[in-house]
C-alpha cells in the first residue's frame, strides 16, 4: 500500500545500513555512503522534512537493518475494547509502543497497558502479526511489525499518563478517531472477530 518511491528509499537505506557494518574496503565504504544519500535524497524530494531529520532518522541505528515491532494490547470488558487518547494528537489507539530490549512481547504488552491506562493485564494469546505496509496506515520513514496480544483484565484503576490524556472502553460500533499511525479501523474490527471467534487462527501479514 505505501509509495513506490518510500519503498525504494527504505531498500537503499537498509542495503547501506548493512554495507557501512560490514564492509571494510575504503572505496565500498565511500559507494554505501552514496546510496544512504540518495535514499535520502528520495525521501527529500517527496516531504517537507529536511535533509538533516531525515538522515538523523536513517543513521540512527547501525548492524543489519530489520523491522522495528510494535506491541498492542487487545483488551475487552464487557464487550468494549479498552482505548487511550494520545496526548500529543488527540486521537486513539490501543495501549502499546516500541518493543523493549530484554522484554518478551507478553511483558512489554503488560507495562505498556499499565504505564498508559493505568489497569493491570495477563497476557493471553498472540491475536496477529501485521506488517504496515500491507495495512493503511501513513507512510513512515521505518518498516514496522505490530504484534497484537490479548489481555485479560485483572485489576487496576483508570489513569492517565505523560503520553495519554484519557482511558476509556468502546464498543465496536462507537469508535473514537482513531491514531492511524498506531492502529487501523481493520484491525479494531480484528480485535472485535476474535472476541466473537477465540478459535480462529493467528492474523498474518
Not at 565511500?30 to 538523523?56: A, C, G, M, P, Y
Request: contains cysteine; aromatic residues 10%; negative net charge.
Amino acid at each position: 500500500m505505501e509509495s513506490k518511491w518510500l519503498e525504494w528509499a527504505k531498500q537503499l537505506q537498509s542495503i547501506a545500513q548493512a554495507g557501512l557494518t560490514y564492509s571494510k574496503d575504503v572505496y565500498d565504504l565511500e559507494r554505501f555512503e552514496l546510496i544512504r544519500e540518495i535514499s535520502i535524497d528520495i525521501v527529500s524530494q517527496h516531504t517537507d522534512l529536511k535533509k538533516n531529520v531525515i538522515k538523523d532518522l536513517f543513521a540512527n541505528e547501525t548492524g543489519y537493518a530489520t523491522p522495528k515491532v510494535d506491541v498492542r494490547a487487545i483488551v475487552f470488558k464487557d464487550g468494549k475494547i479498552l482505548m487511550v487518547q494520545e496526548r500529543a494528537e488527540g486521537d486513539w489507539s490501543l495501549p502499546g509502543g516500541w518493543a523493549d530490549i530484554g522484554l518478551t512481547p507478553s511483558e512489554v504488552a503488560v507495562k505498556e497497558v499499565k504505564e498508559e491506562s493505568g489497569y493491570d493485564v495477563q497476557p493471553v494469546k498472540l491475536v496477529a502479526v501485521t506488517d504496515n505496509k500491507c495495512h493503511p496506515h501513513p507512510p513512515s520513514l521505518y518498516h514496522v511489525y505490530k504484534l497484537f496480544i490479548l489481555c485479560e483484565l485483572i485489576g487496576g484503576q483508570p489513569a492517565e499518563s505523560v503520553e495519554t490524556s484519557a482511558v476509556k472502553f468502546f464498543a465496536e460500533n462507537d469508535l473514537p478517531p482513531l491514531s492511524a499511525a498506531r492502529n487501523t479501523k481493520s484491525q479494531i474490527e480484528m480485535a472485535f472477530q476474535f472476541l466473537k471467534n477465540p478459535e480462529q487462527p493467528i492474523y498474518l501479514d
